[in-house]
T-cell receptor
Framework: AQSVAQPEDQVNVAEGNPLTVKCTYS??????LFWYVQYPNRGLQFLLK??????LVKGSYGFEAEFNKSQTSFHLKKPSALVSDSALYFC?????????????FGSGTRLQVQP | EAGVAQSPRYKIIEKRQSVAFWCNPI?????LYWYQQILGQGPKLLIQ????????DSQLPKDRFSAERLKGVDSTLKIQPAKLEDSAVYLC???????????????FGPGTRLTVL
């Protein structure tokens, strides 16, 4: 079975400072990893994904994530946070398995960026 | 390109009533998913369709939930009868590829927020 852990319910950061939202995963097989963001009363918006290749993945709105196979982590980062980045962030994993391509999500991390 | 459409956006019903949600995926997307997101949790898969066939419904409470995608395009999710614990946001997502597309991105609709009283 595959699982995702987001160890922090909430991350607080000041505007302009770098931010990190943590994610670790557990799968048997090669993982495909995703980050989504959710604003209030909105669906999930895709930020970025890791499939293969370069461990540093760049995505939308200046976000990037680093895949670390030895630590089974896929932390989301941004060099300089904006107040508008305040939202709920979800990490998700998928493993190629007989066509079942549903994502397994973590419980989410609320990012609060203070002005 | 239009996104995934869902309706209604909000629904309030009493327990034991029935309710239906509708989803229209992005045009041309072969695979459609229904997820349930309970407050404070990540989305959990209810059912996955590829075209008009069910790929995975292992987590669908089949005694009360049903879903169909008859023509391989839009889909309906029904709950009958509803329980208090069904209060959640129901998200629909779609991906372009069918088989062989494990790396493709899922695009989500805005969701339907269901409150069961």
């Amino acid at each position: 079975a595959q699982s995702v852990a987001q160890p922090e319910d909430q991350v607080n950061v000041a505007e302009g400072n770098p931010l990190t939202v943590k994610c670790t995963y557990s799968v048997s097989g090669n993982p495909y990893l995703f980050w989504y963001v959710q604003y209030p009363n909105r669906g999930l918006q895709f930020l970025l994904k890791y499939i293969t290749g370069d461990n540093l993945v760049k995505g939308s709105y200046g976000f990037e994530a680093e895949f670390n196979k030895s630590q089974t982590s896929f932390h989301l980062k941004k060099p300089s946070a904006l107040v508008s980045d305040s939202a709920l962030y979800f990490c998700a994993v998928r493993v190629m398995d007989t066509g079942r391509r549903a994502l397994t999500f973590g419980s989410g991390t609320r990012l609060q960026v203070q002005p | 390109e239009a996104g995934v459409a869902q309706s209604p956006r909000y629904k309030i019903i009493e327990k034991r009533q029935s309710v239906a949600f509708w989803c229209n995926p992005i045009s041309g997307h072969a695979t459609l998913y229904w997820y349930q997101q309970i407050l404070g949790q990540g989305p959990k898969l209810l059912i996955q369709f590829q075209n008009n066939g069910v790929v995975d419904d292992s987590q669908l409470p089949k005694d009360r939930f049903s879903a169909e995608r008859l023509k391989g395009v839009d889909s309906t999710l029904k709950i009958q009868p509803a329980k208090l614990e069904d209060s959640a946001v129901y998200l629909c997502a779609s991906t372009l590829l069918g088989s062989g597309g494990a790396t493709d991105t899922q695009y989500f609709g805005p969701g339907t927020r269901l409150t069961v009283l």
